[in-house]
T-cell receptor, first 111, second 117 residues
């Protein structure tokens, strides 16, 4: 059974700092892994998608890595801004095309 | 990226009424759509997999007679919460499976917030 864990559950850092969010999964048989952002009461925004054959993806200040062998992914946010405050979710896509979600990391960037 | 819409975005209803939520893939055909629900401060939970032209597959613990799913076309799936009760109040999100270009991904709707009084 695939399980996805995100650590920490919450994180608060001053503006301008670089930070790393962690996601681990128990079964390495995945199609891809996605990172999402969710603002309070809102839907999901897809940030980065890493295919199982890829090692990392970058978009602006965001960089996501994937290590299937160790069952880990990280989301690196450079030069954090207050607008980055949100809950960040990672999800893995299983071979039966179902997404398994982590519980999320609530990020607060203090001005 | 592709666009998935949900309607309504927010609904308030009285206990005992039924509520229908629509999920549409606007620029691609989706043979498979998924319905999730999210309680406050919790992760998303997959409720069911909706396949065009066939019955939905429900996850364990999800009542199929309570949450009716219809996927009548390649661009539309509907979730009907029947005889809604306050404990059904939640955030419901749909996604549509996209296989274009041979790459598997899912695009998410903006969500529907249901409040049952």
């Amino acid at each position: 059974k695939q399980e996805v864990t995100q650590i920490p559950a919450a994180l608060s850092v001053p503006e301008g700092e670089n930070l790393v969010l962690n996601c681990s999964f128990t079964d390495s048989a995945i199609y891809n892994l996605q990172w999402f952002r969710q603002d309070p009461g809102k839907g999901l925004t897809s940030l980065l998608l890493i295919q199982s054959s890829q090692r990392e993806q970058t978009s602006g200040r965001l960089n996501a890595s994937l290590d299937k062998s160790s069952g880990r992914s990280t989301l690196y946010i450079a030069a954090s801004q207050p607008g980055d405050s949100a809950t960040y979710l990672c999800a893995v896509l299983r071979s039966n095309y179902q997404l398994i979600w982590g519980a999320g990391t609530k990020l607060i960037i203090k001005p | 990226g592709a666009v998935v819409s949900q309607h309504p975005s927010r609904v308030i209803c009285k206990s005992g009424t039924s509520v229908k939520i629509e999920c549409r893939s606007l620029d691609f055909q989706a043979t498979t759509m998924f319905w999730y629900r999210q309680f406050p401060k919790q992760s998303l939970m997959l409720m069911a997999t909706s396949n065009e032209g066939s019955k939905a597959t429900y996850e364990q613990g999800v009542e199929k007679d309570k949450f009716l799913i219809n996927h009548a076309s390649l661009t539309l799936s509907t979730l009907t919460v029947t005889s809604a009760h306050p404990e059904d109040s939640s955030f419901y999100i749909c996604s549509a499976r996209d296989l274009r270009g041979g790459i598997e991904t899912q695009y998410f709707g903006p969500g529907t917030r249901l409040l049952v009084l």
